[in-house]
């Protein structure tokens, strides 16, 4: 089990010890991380009666853990997911230094939209954050359609789940 590594060095470790043991690695900040989004998404589509293959997901954060909730939830059957850094949107046409960054430009974004995150949540169905503090706003929540928002950053989310739901949030999680 590994615990608090951030990427792209979390990558590279989980990498070589699969390599390595004859036993499953487990990242805690991955895995634990993307099961537990996965579980909630799949709850919350049932309450509003959403399928998995018909939802925008955008997340903010393009580090461990959120590159193993996008991996994850495309697993599950998600179709459009856009993921996003602290520069925005992360798609195909740009080559990235992390070469993390430049994989997900290739497997996720499907209609290859750029800009910044609050373009990407713009008809979103779902919010994914594991990002920073206070970087959605109710405006941004507003653009999203019948909204989902999982902000998750610790200490402080992204956006307060209160504000959330002013701003007409229809599920709300935190980490």
């Known amino acids: 089990n590994l615990e608090d590594i951030a990427a792209p060095r979390s990558f590279e470790i989980e990498t070589r010890l699969k390599e390595e043991l004859t036993i499953p690695v487990f990242h805690d900040d991955q895995h634990g ?63 990235y230094e992390n070469p993390h960054h430049n994989e997900l430009g290739k497997i996720t974004n499907p209609n290859n939209e750029k800009g910044l995150l609050k373009d990407a949540l713009i008809n979103a169905d779902v919010f994914i954050g594991v990002s920073a503090a206070n970087v959605v706003s109710k ?37």
């Open 33 to 95: 991380t993307a099961i537990v989004v996965g579980g909630a998404l799949i709850n919350a589509l049932k309450l509003v009666n959403k399928k998995i293959d018909e939802v925008k997901v955008v997340i903010n954060g393009a580090g461990a853990a959120g590159t193993s909730i996008a991996k994850h939830l495309m697993l599950l059957g998600v179709k459009n997911l856009i993921i996003c850094d602290k520069f925005g949107i992360i798609d195909k046409d740009t080559v």
């Open 139 to 175: 405006d941004m929540v507003r653009s999203m359609k019948d909204p989902f928002v999982f902000a998750m950053a610790n200490p402080t989310p992204e956006i307060m789940p209160d504000v959330a739901k002013e701003a007409g949030a229809r599920i709300i999680g935190t980490g």
